[in-house]
């Protein structure tokens, strides 16, 4: 019995054109900061640091819910996100329009 080797062609399929894009030193920045907001965890006693607010404080926030906050039950593991501190932050500055009054 003859044995037929059959010769099958491989060609890589087509791609579309994918239309180049500019990424600029200031978008990887960008892309940066916003994974670490979403990443980095502060203790109470840290994010009362960044505040300038006491851990005691930062607990009272997290309770009234204007703190982001993770971990286990009970105030030694908890850990406040770093995009919540920057949204407090930024929702308590006053611009410098006001300032006067």
Known sequence: MARVNRVV???????EQ???VRVTAQDIHEVKRL???KNLLYTPEEAGQVLGKSGRTILELVREGKLVAAGTKG???LRITAESLET???SILIPP???GE
């Not at 062609?9 to 791609?15: N, V």
């Open 9 to 15: 062609e491989s060609r890589e399929p087509e791609l």
């Open 18 to 20: 994918v239309p180049k």
């Open 35 to 37: 994974h670490i907001l």
């Open 75 to 77: 105030s030694s593991g």
């Open 88 to 90: 407090y932050r930024n």
């Open 97 to 99: 329009e006001d300032w």
